[in-house]
């Protein structure tokens, strides 16, 4: 099976800062990597797949990066409203993965 | 406009079964979709469950659930289901189904099971 470890599981940080959220695979999976947000007590919400196409709607501040095994997704410049836990998942048939990242809690400092 | 509303969960003693319901609107099940549920333990992460193929040909599952729960759908209903049987203390969570196209770009609200004697 192939695994995921997201770092780090915590972060704080201050508003306009750069923040950058790591997933690492245990072998190679191209490009099928997406991010998601979860807000406290709400839905998670998908916001960047195939590793770096920004979902419609997304704001530009989020990107993603990399391919095969490591891989990164970057906020340019935190907001207040991106205080939430992100998810790296693998989303691929051949080899069937659908594993999610540990999370990372991202907080205001 | 995409929805997808989760149903079916509820407090079940351990052993017993539960069955949840997804019922689609605003997209036809069948078309191209593979379905998901994932789960959400509190104040734990996303853990995928089960897969099925959109046209049912194709269901996996987590090794947590193998052997216990069965995905299954209906398109003439546009409805997906997750039959749970043997439930365990370690499965009480917030049940999501989702649909997959790149990556999942809609979930439901969830259904919460609770496992517990």
């Known amino acids: 099976d192939i695994q995921m470890t997201q770092s780090p599981s915590s972060l704080s940080a201050s508003v306009g800062d750069r923040v950058t959220i790591t997933c690492r695979a245990s072998?190679?999976?191209?490009?099928?990597l997406a991010w998601y947000q979860q807000k406290p007590g709400k839905v998670p919400n998908l916001l960047i797949y195939?590793?770096?196409t920004l979902q419609s709607g997304v704001p530009s501040r989020f990107s993603g990066s990399g391919s095969g095994t490591d891989f990164t997704l970057t906020i340019s410049s935190l907001q207040p409203e991106d205080v939430a836990t992100y998810y790296c998942?693998?989303?691929?048939?051949?080899?069937?993965?659908?594993?999610f990242g540990q999370g990372t809690k991202v907080e205001i400092k | 406009q995409v929805q997808l509303v989760e149903s079916g969960g509820g407090v079940v003693q351990p052993g017993r079964s539960l069955r949840l319901s997804c019922a689609a609107s605003?997209?036809?099940?069948?078309?191209?979709?593979?379905m998901h549920w994932v789960r959400q333990a509190p104040g734990k992460g996303l853990e995928w469950v089960a897969v099925i193929w959109y046209d049912g040909s194709k269901k996996y599952y987590a090794d947590s659930v193998k052997g216990r729960f069965t995905i299954s759908r209906d398109n003439s209903k546009n409805t997906l289901y997750l039959q749970m049987n043997s439930l365990r203390a370690e499965d009480t969570a917030l049940y999501y189904c989702a649909r997959q196209y790149r990556g999942y770009d809609s979930w439901g609200q969830g259904t919460v099971v609770t496992v517990s004697s």
């Open positions: 072998q190679g999976i191209s490009n099928y």
């Open positions: 605003g997209f036809t099940l069948s078309n191209s979709y593979h």
């Open positions: 195939a590793a770096s």
């Open positions: 998942q693998i989303y691929s048939s051949a080899p069937p993965t659908w594993t």
